[in-house]
């Protein structure tokens, strides 16, 4: 009975976050936990918007009437209204989901066609290699913003529905995004073909595919997660982007914090403040959250930088026992710790 929730610790230890965040100290902790807090705020909301808006994301009246236009915050619309006579709070609540739609849509497809291609080129080698490192160097010369513009146009013809929006935005950062898990992969897969387990599947008559998916794969995708942080945050930036240049989604389709900024420009120097400052909040908050956690596990991944906080922890207790051995010995000068060290 005993060794139950001892059991049950161990394994908590052990799952990734927990793991990292123990991992963590100082101000390294700090920023890691802050981005966990933002992320799963943003996570959550996107999950249980229907619960936690107010209203509908295209609604405009209730029964007692119209919701009416620009309305200063307070009463029935905490956060006011919008030009367009939508609930502000249900817009930036809605728009969370759409965003996280897109990161996981946008997301999973690069991951899938970088990791299959960067499998094949690092491998099989040859032409194959040559070829796909010149297309991907290629593709990752194309601005961003610039590539989803015209993906929007051609996948959507610019009617900017639903899912012809969230579908342009997902596919124009997997085309960009493609280049960088197709990196990392075949770098991690030339490095692991020449390892001695590679080595011996290959005596024993594995096939290929079953040397390339079942030990090659599982130790060269070992980084993914931290490319994905640090890619879901652009992933937000430019469908923000697209609904500002007015490309993104109709209000009438889904709620987008993008499209929400373009309209709420003239608002601004008429002194109306609130459309335009909570939308743009809400960007900047999820993209700070995500990057926040992106960059702290890229840092716990660097076993240099973990050296370096285990020397920098272990430096007081070094630097006192320097001094305890200068005051047993009577000594007026204390040791320094530099010479203790050597």
Known sequence: MTTTPSRFVAVWRKLPIVHQVRQSVGLQRGMLVAGLILTGIFLLTALFAPLLAPYGFSQLRDDEGSFGAQVPPGGQHILGTTVGGYDVLSRVIWGSRTALLVIVVAVALSIFAGVLLGLVSGYLG????????????????????????????????????????????AVSITVVYIPQYFRVIRAETVRIKSEAYVESAKVIGSSTPR????????????????????????????????????????????????????????????????????????????????????????????????????????????????????????????????????
């Open 126 to 169: 040859s032409w194959i290699d040559r070829v796909l490192v010149v297309i991907s160097d290629a593709v990752y010369a194309f601005p961003t913003l610039l590539l989803a513009i015209v993906a929007a146009i051609a996948i959507s013809g610019g009617q900017s529905s639903f899912w012809g929006g969230v579908f342009a935005a």
């Open 211 to 342: 040397i390339m998916f079942r030990h090659v794969f599982r130790n060269a995708t070992r980084t993914l997660p931290l490319i994905f942080t640090l890619n879901s945050s652009e992933a937000i930036l430019t469908l923000a982007g697209l609904g500002f240049l007015g490309f993104g989604i109709e209000p009438s389709a889904a709620a987008e914090w993008g499209y929400d900024l373009n309209k709420s420009i003239s608002d601004v120097t008429s002194g109306i403040w609130w459309t335009s400052l909570f939308p743009g909040l809400a960007i900047v908050l999820v993209v700070l959250g995500i990057t926040l956690v992106g960059e702290s596990l890229n840092d716990l991944a660097d076993p240099r930088l973990r050296t370096r906080r285990r020397a920098d922890q272990s430096a007081p207790v070094l630097e006192t026992a320097a001094l305890s051995t200068a005051d047993l010995e009577g000594d007026a000068n204390p040791i320094d710790p530099l010479e203790a060290r050597s």
